[in-house]
Structure formats: C-alpha cells, structure tokens
C-alpha cells in the first residue's frame, strides 16, 4: 500500500491504467481542497502540464549548447534535487511537521502519538 498524507492506496495500477502516484496525487489534493475537488484537479493538472513543458523546454536548451543526450538525465536529477530542496524549505516556512521515517506506529500502521512521532524540519 502506497500511503500519502493519510491515505492509503493500492501499489499497482488500477484497471484504468492509473499510476499510483497520480491516484494518490489526486487524493492528497481531493483531502485537502475537499470544499474544491474540481479547482483541486484542474490545478494538479495544469501544474504537472506546465513541468512537462519546462522539461521539454531544459532538455532542449542543454541539447542546443551542445552537450549530448547523456547529460540530460543528470539535468533531471538537479531539477529534482532542486525541487526538493524547495519543498522542505516551503515547509520548514509553513512549519509543518514532517512524520519521521523511523516513528512509532499503532498496530493500523498510523504514526503514534506524541512527540517521537513527528519532527519539524
């Protein structure tokens, strides 16, 4: 089971072919934006369509000044580094706790309570 800010979802594709990080996107963005699924959905779409096209558009500036087609996956992992880096510090600004990876869990597999159970980054 796949688990994303509280839900769990299966680990395969589902019989529409969905990936389950889409599926589980879409549920994360549905929990919290409940009061608006649709403006939820139309944003979680417009964003994952605008990063395909900035990473059309970086792959093709890197191929234009001449470096060849192995360096393009190393371009993908310092967006995603940097992408990341970005994340934890909207989250640190936020101050939203982060579960701990090695949290105690109850026997449903939910973090336990108290203070070992999240850290704020």
């Known amino acids: 089971m796949l688990k994303i800010a509280g839900l769990q ?4 594709p589902d019989a529409a ?3 389950p990080a889409r599926v ?3 549920s994360a963005t549905h929990f919290l934006a409940s ?4 403006l939820a959905s139309t944003l979680n779409i417009g ?3 605008v990063g395909n096209a900035m990473g059309a558009w970086l792959g093709g500036l890197t191929l234009s000044h001449g470096h060849s087609l192995d360096v393009l ?6 967006v995603t580094a940097g992408a990341l880096v970005l994340t934890v510090f909207a989250r640190k600004l936020d101050g939203v706790a982060v579960p701990d990876a090695a ?4 026997a449903s597999g939910k973090p336990a309570l108290g203070e070992a159970a ?3 980054i």
């Open 73 to 78: 996956p190393w371009v993908a992992a310092a």
């Open 35 to 38: 009061h608006a699924p649709n």
């Open 103 to 106: 949290a105690p869990t109850d």
């Open 17 to 19: 072919g969905h990936a």
């Open 24 to 26: 589980s996107s879409l």
């Open 9 to 12: 979802r299966p680990a395969a």
């Open 47 to 49: 964003a994952f369509n």
């Open 118 to 120: 999240t850290r704020s």
